[in-house]
């Protein structure tokens, strides 16, 4: 199984990125899909969730209304659009699929696999 995330970079306070998650070796629609970031000196935290459908999402109250998660099964691929992007947002976020989560609220410890991370830093 591999996750391989792409698209962080550095981008000024106020600015958008796009991250993808591309997924192989499992059946994608069997997993709720998520993102986390851990910035410098601090714990992995969760960011957001997408249910195996596609049609239900969840965002922790720091990027909610700002940031949007959605999926293509077809493509096997996983997205966080990211706007109006703050320095506090800087981290390296993680892709991670879940195959038996019941809420959309991910457990770190329960995420079946992760990708490698792509890192972006928000300058301000």
């Known amino acids: 199984v591999q996750l391989q995330a792409s698209g962080g970079g550095v981008v000024q306070a106020g600015g958008s990125l796009r991250l993808s998650c591309a997924a192989s070796g499992l059946t994608f629609r069997n997993y709720v899909m998520g993102w986390f970031r851990q910035a410098p000196g601090k714990e992995r935290e969760f960011v957001a969730a997408?249910?195996?459908?596609?049609?239900?999402?969840f965002y922790s109250d720091s990027v909610k209304g700002r940031f949007a998660i959605s999926r293509n099964n077809v493509e096997n691929t996983v997205y966080l659009q990211m706007h109006g992007l703050e320095p506090e947002d800087t981290a390296v976020y993680y892709c991670?699929?879940?195959?038996?989560?019941?809420?959309?609220?991910?457990?770190?410890?329960?995420?079946?696999?992760w990708g490698q991370g792509t890192k972006v830093t928000v300058s301000s």
């Open positions: 997408v249910n195996r459908g596609g049609g239900s999402t």
């Open positions: 991670a699929a879940d195959r038996s989560a019941r809420s959309l609220y991910l457990s770190e410890n329960a995420i079946n696999y």
